[in-house]
Structures are given as structure tokens and as C-alpha cells.
């Protein structure tokens, strides 16, 4: 494996290839960061017989993570769902009274529960919150953990369910009453009986194309994982047509980590760092579970990498690292806050106008790049708000 050194100087000959070009899309970007709500620490794999600095996800730690986030000027955060996560809905609703601007992407699972259910819940939070929020909807893609939960659906059933449920959402939110009858759902006279004045922005992810034609036809927003350019392009292409053919337009968003630093050299330290730290045992039994999920996108992550630890930088500032042992967003942008600057402003050329990052520990990555990469952004014309 390369050392951090003997990257840089072959890393700063492609990046002068590499430079963003081309016009630029001023004020069209939009930043969330990650609320851990499965917990912190500083490694990303350890051996479970070492010592690992863990941080509970409890509410005083949530509420410093979301108070920074709201400081440094991201506009939302992602509040995940997941076996081992705590539950999006009342974390979102607990942190809500602790800021002020701050906007709640909450992760919300179609099947888990009625859609005129969680109609009724978006209007709530939209009153109590001053309309801060923001849905994610997660079709699933962990066979084993859907199973966990009940939910014994197909990749492609799970799409199609999802395109029934937010129907009767998007309906019932209007506050008159909806008739459907579909394969999943059967609803008489669905509605919110005080619907909120505004409704909340749809992020809908995925890399099959079941996922995209759902986005296409009920989502404000697709998200993929982050990947190389030209993969992350190949995905709007095939949205976009998608949604031409139903005369829709709708915006894209990606996912990274990321670890930014005052210069290339630091910020690849922490990287290799994070690297000598995984647990090759963990490696290899995460690599064997990605191998057999039913997600593209899960699949997608874990061939960045080839199972393996070399070659790991698979684009400029694009390090696959965290893909060798972690589910879901593999992909982390490392380098200088110049660096990073440089390859957001380029996804963002291509299309991409909300970026979700996370970085570990996220108080004190919120913070690297809060104060290192925000700043750029906004000198260069990119960042909304």
C-alpha cells in the first residue's frame, strides 16, 4: 500500500488534469451532515478483543452533533433507521426543540407502518417543527435485517410497495379524502384531518433501476452513494430519462464520508490510520455479507474496493476505505479543505445539488470541515443558503 507521501505527488499531477471546468451552477448546493444515532467513536472496525473509545448515542451527545451541524451551516442532518439505531422519529422530534433552522431528513421505511399513519405524523412534525422536515424513504436492502423486522418482500416488491405508499401519503397530506387500491395498500377516505402547510421534501435512494423509476415518478430528490464521476453520471442519465419520460424534473443528491484537513498530508494520516485499525477478519466477513445482499448500491460499494486494501484512492480524494467494512455510504473524500472543495464543486457540475457527509468522530469532523471547506464553498458561488 502506498504511503501517504508518495500519494500526494501523483494525486496533485491528476488533479491538475481534474480541475472543476466547465459552468458553474452558483447557489445551488445544499449540505446535510449524519446524526449518529447508532453511536461514535474513532475507529471504523476495531477487533472486538481491543479497546474501542465508543460514544453512546445518547440525547446530549445527539443535541452537540446537531447543534454544531446547525453552526457551521449545513441545512439538514440525516437521522437514520436501522436495527441498531435509535428511532428516527423520536430523535428527530427531541432535537427539533433544540435548534432552530436545522432541518430532520428522517429515514422512513414503507411497510413498517400505514401510510395514512405517517401522513399524520409528517403533519404533526411539520406544526411542532416549523416545517423542518425532510423524508428519506429506505426501501430496504439487508435481507437479513428486514427479516428482523418481518418484512419478507423482494428488492422489487419492496419498490413497488414503496410507489403505493407514497401515493397514499402524498394524498392523505392534501386533507380530503383518498380512495386506493393497489397489490399492497387498500385505503377508504385516507386524509390528514389538518394537513400541514407545507409539505416535506421526498429523498428517495437507490442504484437499480426499480429504485429509479420510483424516484422518477413519487420522489423531489434521488440519492445514490457516492461513486466515481463517471459512475455518479451513468446514474442521473438514467434518472433523468426516466423522469423525462414521465414529464418530471427532479433534483439528485449523493452520500460520502469524508475527512478534510489543512493539508493532503494529514488528512491521508487519518485515513491510513483508520485502515491499520480494521479488524482483517471483519473485513473478510463484511465483504462475504455484501457479496450476498440483495442491494445494488451495497454491491456497488464493495467492488470500489475488490475485497482488498491496495489501490484503495480509486478516483482523486475519493478513498474506499470505510467500503471494506462498513454497510451503506463506502466512499469518504480525503485531502486538503482545498482538495475537497475542488471534488464537491466537480460533483456538484455534475448534477448533484444535496451532499450528505459524515466523518468519525462527526463532532470533530463537522467541525474540520465546517470551518476548512464551507468557507471555500461559499467564496466559490456554490453553497445554497
Known amino acids: 500500500m502506498a504511503t501517504a507521501a508518495a500519494r500526494i505527488g501523483t494525486r496533485r499531477r491528476v488533479l491538475a488534469r481534474r480541475a472543476p471546468q466547465g459552468r458553474k451552477r452558483p447557489l445551488s448546493l445544499r449540505l446535510y451532515w449524519f446524526l449518529p444515532s447508532h453511536g461514535d467513536g474513532r475507529e471504523v472496525a476495531r477487533a472486538r478483543d481491543k479497546r474501542d473509545l465508543r460514544r453512546e448515542p445518547d440525547i446530549e451527545y445527539l443535541i452537540q452533533v446537531a447543534r454544531a451541524a446547525e453552526g457551521l451551516g449545513f441545512a439538514g442532518v440525516l437521522t437514520p433507521t436501522g436495527l441498531f439505531c435509535e428511532d428516527a422519529w423520536l430523535v428527530a422530534a427531541a432535537l427539533a426543540r433544540e435548534t432552530d433552522r436545522l432541518k430532520f431528513m428522517v429515514a422512513l421505511r414503507p411497510g ?16 411542532l417543527s ?18 428482523r423486522y418481518g ?12 410507489a403505493e405508499f407514497l401515493t397514499v401519503l402524498r394524498e392523505a397530506l392534501r386533507g380530503k379524502p383518498f380512495d386506493f387500491s393497489g397489490q399492497f395498500y387498500r385505503v377508504s377516505g385516507a386524509m390528514v384531518a389538518r394537513p400541514p402547510r407545507e409539505l416535506p421534501e421526498i429523498f428517495l435512494g437507490g442504484s437499480s433501476g ?8 413519487h420522489a423531489d430528490i434521488y440519492l445514490c452513494w457516492g461513486e466515481k464521476p463517471a459512475q455518479l453520471t451513468e446514474h442521473l442519465d438514467l434518472l433523468r430519462a426516466a423522469a423525462d419520460g414521465r414529464g ?3 433534483q439528485a443528491g449523493t452520500r460520502f464520508q469524508v475527512i478534510a484537513r489543512d ?10 490510520r483508520l485502515l491499520e485499525t480494521m479488524d482483517p477478519a471483519r473485513i473478510e466477513q463484511a465483504q462475504r455479507r455484501f457479496a450476498r445482499s440483495e442491494s445494488e448500491g451495497q454491491r456497488r460499494m464493495a467492488a470500489l474496493t475488490g475485497g482488498g486494501r491496495a489501490e484503495l ?13 462498513r454497510p451503506g455510504a463506502g466512499a469518504a473524500l480525503v485531502g486538503s479543505h482545498g482538495e475537497v472543495a475542488d471534488r464537491i464543486e466537480e460533483f456538484h457540475s455534475l448534477g448533484l445539488d444535496h451532499l450528505i457527509l459524515s466523518g468519525q468522530p462527526h463532532i470533530e469532523e463537522a467541525y474540520w470541515f465546517g470551518e476548512g471547506v464551507i468557507p471555500l464553498l461559499r467564496e466559490r458561488g456554490v453553497l445554497a443558503g
Open 210 to 217: 426499480a429504485a429509479k423509476e420510483v424516484a422518477a415518478e
Open 130 to 147: 416549523g416545517g423542518r422536515l425532510q423524508l428519506n424513504v429506505v426501501c430496504g436492502g439487508d435481507r437479513d435485517e428486514q427479516a
Open 263 to 272: 493539508t493532503s498530508e494529514e488528512a491521508w494520516t487519518v485515513a491510513d
Open 248 to 250: 418530471r424534473k427532479l
Open 112 to 127: 413498517f407502518l400505514s401510510p395514512t399513519l405517517a401522513a399524520q405524523m409528517v403533519a404533526t412534525y411539520q406544526r
Open 151 to 162: 418484512d419478507w418482500l423482494s428488492h422489487d416488491e419492496r419498490y413497488a410497495r414503496s
Open 313 to 325: 484512492e480509486v478516483y482523486p480524494n475519493v478513498w474506499a476505505g470505510y467500503a471494506l467494512v
